[in-house]
């Protein structure tokens, strides 16, 4: 039996990490050194604090240093792209880089919210092609998503965000994206008119996340029953939102899908390799265990 790293030729260790700034509680450290472990690859990926001052010459260093590669988290999403040799099309259309692969020396920018995110709704929910989707909030994360739904075929999507015209940008940049996906904004005022015909609500605001364990986003008595709720938050785990539309016998997704399967996407980039999910899914929920409960 042959091992995964004769088919991808790997001689010396992976370099691997993530920058941001703040790092420290970053979850991805532990599911990619499991990742790593798991598929037999020698090499180790470290949290890597990089203040906004230092980005260019991180990336420089990354390189000199023979990184294979990196996440990329807050605040450097978007200025990174600048700092890159080449923009993969899901960077490009989704205006931030969560992954840089470095190839021979040529980085390259990728973005694997959006499609980890659509991944796991689609595992939990099904197929969503011809779905209404009601999108709250219009920041990095839900350009990212707007744009994997379009990918799937949804028949609307409406984004209801507090501010307005940053909701009409989105559209503004994805429409000609969108082939026959209707997509649109609307205000608060007509949420509940946009939520009595949606198939999928989404959350993306970070109203909710903790410590904010008692905010939601919307009133649940404008959620039809039965629907799909979804918020990408994953800390906690089931939010205030999520709990509510359980009790509406809604089915709800929460965030911590698209947090592995961003981090597969990303691991399969650098090494060529499937990602082990199931076990990087059980290092996250301990890592997160670990954060409320530590010893
Ligand atoms: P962002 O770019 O800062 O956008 C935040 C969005 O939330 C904006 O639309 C903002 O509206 C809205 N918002 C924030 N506070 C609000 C409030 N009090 N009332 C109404 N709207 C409010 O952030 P992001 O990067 O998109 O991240 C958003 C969320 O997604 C966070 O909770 C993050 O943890 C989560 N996320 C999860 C994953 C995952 O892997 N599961 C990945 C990425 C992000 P305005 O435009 O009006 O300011």
Not at 7 to 25: E, F, K, M, Q, S
Not at 49 to 74: C, M, Q, W, Y
């Amino acid at each position: 039996m042959t091992g995964p790293t004769e088919h991808v030729h790997i001689h010396a260790p992976l370099l691997l990490g993530v920058i941001g700034d703040p790092i420290a509680h970053s979850k991805s450290p532990a599911m990619h050194n499991i990742a790593l472990e798991a598929a037999g690859l020698p090499g180790m990926y470290v949290p890597l604090h990089v203040k906004p001052e230092h980005l260019a010459e991180a990336v420089t260093g990354a390189r000199a240093l023979g990184f294979s590669g990196f996440n990329v988290t807050i605040p450097h999403k978007v200025e990174i792209m600048t700092l890159l040799d080449e923009l993969d099309e899901s960077a490009i259309s989704c205006g931030a880089v969560n992954t840089v692969v470095i190839r021979d020396g040529i980085t390259t920018g990728y973005n694997t919210d959006g499609i980890g995110y659509v991944r796991s709704l689609k595992e939990e929910t099904g197929e969503l092609n011809g779905k209404k989707v009601v999108v709250l909030g219009a920041g990095g994360a839900a350009r990212g998503i707007v744009y994997a739904l379009l990918k799937e075929h949804v028949s609307d999507v409406v984004i209801v965000n507090r501010t307005r015209e940053r909701a009409d940008e989105l559209i503004s940049i994805l429409t000609d994206k969108a082939e026959g996906t209707s997509l649109s904004s609307a205000s608060q005022d007509e949420l509940e008119s946009v939520l009595s015909s949606a198939d999928i609500l989404i959350n993306t605001t970070s109203i909710g996340m903790h410590p904010d364990l008692d905010a939601t986003p919307v009133d649940a008595a404008l959620i039809p029953e039965g629907i799909v709720v979804s918020d990408l938050i994953y800390n906690p785990l089931e939010t205030r939102l999520l709990r509510e539309a359980k009790a509406r016998g809604c089915t709800v997704v929460g965030g911590l899908g698209m947090f592995i399967y961003q981090g597969a996407y990303a691991f399969e980039y650098w090494t060529g390799v499937e990602a082990p999910v199931s076990l990087m899914h059980s290092a996250v929920l301990e890592a997160l265990n670990h954060e409320h409960n530590p010893l």
